[in-house]
């Protein structure tokens, strides 16, 4: 079985599920990543407000960073600092190294005498086969991955594109949330269990889409995070529009995946927040909400979910690049 250690496959999970893989790098970026990791980044920030409860201040997050860790613009550091609690996706302190490795026992072996050529489409095999040498290198020999779920291998491969791109899931923007939390309460919209359950219960085709389309990205991935880096920095929404649908052009079939990951998510949130932004005992609280940034850009985003439900959002950062 492929070797993951619990604790770093956590911020792996974390940036498939809320990244969905890699951007399209652009030939020449007028700034690089590092500069923007060096510098100070201001990613989308909004103020929500309800008629009677909570006022949430949400951010998106990045789910991982430079060994310096980010440094927030002066709005988001005013945020975390007078926030009386705080929400983020999962609680990455819910569960222990032997939890997570027993989560993981029950779910990513394929079931005894199947192997990964059973479950992956004609083409997918293909990849699989002509990849074998990168994938050794990105340690994920074919014996390794020879009886593991697709979606495992998938989450495989991110982390070892994170790992080349010298950007580590222990620096990611959760990270410095959970840094500045000072005894002040933290609540989660999902559990760790429930997201491993969820990539588990993807249909096998969804899978096999999945993992056709990292393996299609490989070479392209250590330069599609950075350009994920830049555009997140820099509250580029468009550009973070066009990445949370990478792949859509190439596999439309990913359209479901998508909206499993993406669209069914961001609607389960938008209940909860809406229950905290109406209830009347939160009336003056100030909540600050971390989630990934791909689900607050586009059509179908929380922000536009809860937009559509009454509630005003205001963006926190006038220099944003508006929202196509």
């Not at 951007?23 to 020449?28: F, G, L, Q, R, Y």
């Not at 909004?46 to 949430?56: D, K, M, Q, S, V």
């Not at 350009?227 to 929404?237: E, F, K, R, S």
């Amino acid at each position: 079985m492929l070797a993951i250690a619990p604790s770093r496959l956590i911020p792996v999970l974390i940036a498939l599920l809320l990244s969905l893989g890699c951007a399209t790098p652009t030939e020449d970026p007028i700034v690089s990543a590092r500069d923007v990791a060096r510098g100070t980044v201001s990613p989308p920030y909004y103020r929500i407000e309800g008629p009677g409860g909570a006022t949430l201040l949400v951010m998106g997050t990045i789910h991982v960073g430079p060994a310096e860790g980010w440094k927030f613009s002066p709005a988001i550091r005013r945020g975390l600092t007078e926030a009386d609690s705080f929400i983020l996706e999962i609680d990455v302190r819910e569960a222990t190294d032997a939890e997570i490795s027993t989560f993981l026992a029950a779910r990513v072996v394929l079931p005894t005498s199947v192997t990964i050529d059973d479950v992956v489409s004609p083409e997918t095999a293909k990849l699989l086969t002509e990849n074998d040498a990168l994938l050794g290198q990105l340690g994920m020999p074919a014996e390794a991955r020879l009886r593991l779920k697709p979606w495992f291998i998938a989450v495989g491969l991110m982390e070892a594109a994170s790992g080349r791109s010298g950007y580590s899931g222990n620096r990611s923007a959760e990270s410095a949330i959970l840094a500045m939390l000072d005894g002040r309460p933290l609540a989660a919209l999902e559990s760790l269990d429930a997201q491993l359950a969820l990539l588990d219960s993807l249909s096998p085709v969804h899978q096999d889409l999945m993992l056709r389309d990292t393996l299609s990205r490989l070479d392209a991935m250590v330069e599609g995070i950075e350009a994920l880096v830049i555009a997140w920095g820099l509250n580029d929404q468009p550009t973070l529009a066009q990445i949370a649908l990478q792949g859509l052009k190439e596999l439309p079939e990913l359209e479901g995946f998508y909206e499993i990951l993406l669209g069914e998510r961001n609607r389960n949130w938008a209940r909860q927040l809406s229950e905290i932004l109406e209830d009347p005992e939160r009336a003056g609280e100030t909540i600050f909400v971390g989630v990934g940034a791909l689900h607050l850009v586009g059509a179908d985003s929380l922000i536009s979910i809860l937009e559509a439900g009454g509630y005003r959002a205001e963006s926190l950062d006038e220099n944003a690049a508006p929202a196509s």
